[in-house]
């Protein structure tokens, strides 16, 4: 199951930085390319404000 990042996002950076298959892209809010993310959950473990939660 993918993960999704919710409107909580401060977009810091921390999740792509993180991420290991590179499917974080930036904007307004962080946004995850659920096709392309493995849910490994590094995104979720490094977020400072739990803005990232499974879908």
Known sequence: MA???TDACIACGNCAA??????ISEGDIYVID????????AC???CPVEA???E
Do not use: F, L, R
């Open 3 to 5: 993960y999704k990042i």
């Open 18 to 23: 993180n991420c290991p298959c590179e499917c």
């Open 34 to 41: 659920a096709d392309a993310c493995a849910s490994c959950g």
């Open 44 to 46: 979720a473990e490094n």
């Open 52 to 54: 990232i939660v499974e």
